[in-house]
């Protein structure tokens, strides 16, 4: 009936950072670009939050991270996604990320970095632009 | 269909996937349905409406943590509002079921409700029948909360609790058609908060009117998030379980919902069909800007594109 794919994401924080006003943001602005955001409140771990995307059957997962270790974390999210089989869905980075750790970020699978300041509309048009190719 | 055999083993991505098809009203979706149908029926629903912040969230949560307890395997539905400027949704009740995650065996499933009115989505039956179906013993569906009208939420649940908080309004607010004619249980939460037994005082007068009725509508007064009257709360929905297995009129009362229920849905695919039949037309377009630009008046408006959208071609 409906005409297309309403996109689905999953805003998460992992681990101890109790930061989540960025995250929030975020959440608010994909929602009125006409996704539906679910929100994974704060400290969560890698496995609470690929059983939440599992559940959910989000398209795109979005970790927001602010502690330092996005790096490691983000190694265990894609992990966990091979382990649980949902390779299809997308992953996205936000939070404090120096501009150096971008490239590594990529190559563990992540498919778009946004640091803090990056302006709203950016991430949008990323996840709109991925989506529709899936 | 795999898909469904899957569900049937207990496959959890499997069962997310049909919610999603359901959800985008894909035809494989409704097919997997009416396969899945024949082997549900089993689970219990139970449907928690309020206002919002009235703190169904945490009640569901708790309630979920108490069935789990006991052994059972539970399923949550969550409805929270599509937002009325465009498609988007924030699905937030997650945030308050961290009990209910650690739940063996739960299933949690957000939900925008999508436009459908009644407090529910288009998709939530659907996705209560998919849980079902992957074993769920209690599914809990959390309604929008948007208030008076969510009547559709008494369609497909068994048992329904409205909560309410001290500040809903007066007795006046009781006594306009609303809320308290949907719920089967009535939770005064936040029950420490000044004005709380005044306000349980005031709904169960306006119970009244039900007194004489098989099933006499019970005031539970609670604090959710310290867990008081969780307990009682899981009494009654015992009692209210075992007064649908004895009601005379239990089974006209299901078959009233389910025609309810179908005219709902059949309401909801014809304005949605109709509407792609004629949108992007000139005489439709036409109609709404003679409306816009205020020579017509809505009602006429209406009438026109009534007779575009019947009239064949």
Redesign the interface.
């Known amino acids: ?3 297309k ?2 996109v ?1 994401v999953l805003i998460a924080k992992p681990g101890l950072d109790g930061h989540d006003r960025g995250a929030k943001v975020v ?2 602005a ?12 704060l400290h969560r771990t890698i496995d ?1 939050i690929v ?2 995307a ?4 989000v398209d795109v997962i979005g970790l927001s991270i602010m502690t330092g270790a996005h790096i490691p974390i983000t190694q265990k999210l894609f992990q966990k996604i091979k382990q ?3 390779v299809d869905k997308m992953v996205f980075v936000g939070g404090v990320i120096p501009s150096k750790d971008v490239p590594t970020l990529k190559e563990l699978g992540v498919a778009g970095v946004f640091p803090g300041g990056t302006p709203l509309a950016e991430t949008i048009q990323f996840l709109q632009s991925i989506s529709k190719k899936g | 269909m795999e898909l469904v055999k899957k569900i049937l083993r207990g496959d ?2 499997s069962a ?2 049909l ?2 098809m359901i ?3 894909l035809d494989e979706g409704y097919k997997a349905v009416s396969l899945l149908f024949p082997h549900t029926g089993k689970a219990r629903i139970i449907g928690v409406t309020g206002a919002p912040g009235a703190g169904k969230s945490t009640i569901v949560d708790k309630l979920a943590v108490s069935y789990g307890r006991q052994g059972g395997k539970v399923g949550i539905i969550a409805v929270d509002p ?2 009325a ?8 009740d ?2 308050r079921m ?1 009990n209910a ?1 650690k739940v063996e065996g739960i ?4 939900m ?1 409700h ?1 436009g459908f009115p009644g407090g529910i989505a288009k998709a939530t039956l659907g996705a209560a029948y998919v849980l079902d179906g992957l074993g769920k013993e209690v599914i809990l569906v959390e309604s929008v909360g948007a208030g008076q009208t969510e009547i559709q939420i008494s369609m497909i649940c068994d048992s329904v609790i409205t909560v309410f908080t001290s500040d809903y309004g007066d007795e006046i607010q009781l006594m306009k058609a609303g809320l308290i004619e949907i719920g089967d249980i009535v939770v005064i939460n936040k029950a420490d908060r000044p004005g709380a037994i005044e306000a349980a005082k005031d709904i169960e007068f306006s119970l009244m009117s039900s007194k004489d009725q098989p099933w006499q509508i019970p005031v539970i007064a609670m604090e959710a998030r310290k867990g008081k009257g969780v307990e009682d709360l899981m009494a009654v929905l015992e009692l209210h379980h075992k007064h649908i297995k004895n009601d005379a009129q239990g089974n006209s009362k299901k078959r009233e919902k389910m025609k309810h229920l179908v005219l709902a849905l059949f309401k909801e ?1 014809l304005w ?2 109709t509407l ?1 039949k004629i949108q992007g037309k000139t005489a439709f377009e036409e109609v709404l800007q003679k409306a816009q630009n205020g020579t017509i008046d809505p009602y006429k408006a209406v009438q026109m594109v009534m007779d575009l959208a019947l009239t064949k071609k």
């Open positions: 009936m409906e005409n794919k309403t689905k959440a608010q994909l929602k009125e670009a006409g996704m539906e955001v679910v929100y994974s409140g609470q059983n939440i599992v559940q959910e059957d649980k089989g949902i | 959890e991505g997310a996937r919610i999603s959800e985008e009203g599509t937002s400027k465009g498609s988007g949704a924030f699905l937030g997650r945030v961290r995650e299933f949690i499933r957000s925008a999508r695919d949605s069909s792609k």
